[in-house]
């Protein structure tokens, strides 16, 4: 059973920074893309960025391009989004998602498997 576990979320101030963790576990992940969406009160869910598990390529939307990091430890089955000078704006809950290559990575309906999400709010 895949399981796909964020963490890191809370409150923080602008300007600060702040690193997601999603722990995946119940199968290999070799070949998958792992995804990082967001969801805002009223809004769609949205697309933050993605790594392959494989290469270690990456991907990010313009509103956290320069901000963010996505990154992989394949000996921990982690994923991380590392983001800084975070904005009132990037307040939302954070998904982390797996995907089998092959799709547009910015698709949310492509992904197979996706975490419970963790709260980030950006507040003075």
């Known amino acids: 059973q895949v399981q796909l576990v964020e963490s890191g979320g809370g409150l923080v101030q602008p300007g600060d920074s702040l690193r997601l963790s999603c722990a995946a576990s119940?199968?290999?992940?070799?070949?998958?893309?792992m995804g990082w969406f967001r969801r805002a009160p009223g809004s769609e869910r949205e697309f933050v960025g993605a790594i392959t598990w494989t290469f270690g390529l990456t991907t990010y939307a313009d509103s956290v391009k320069g901000r963010s990091t996505i990154s992989r430890d394949t000996d921990k089955n982690t994923v991380y989004l590392q983001m800084n000078s975070l904005k009132p704006e990037d307040t939302a809950v954070y998904y982390c998602a797996a995907m089998i290559t092959g799709g547009k990575v910015t698709s949310s309906s492509l992904y197979d498997y996706w975490g419970q999400g963790t709260q980030v709010t950006v507040s003075s």
């Open positions: 119940g199968r290999t992940f070799r070949g998958y893309v």
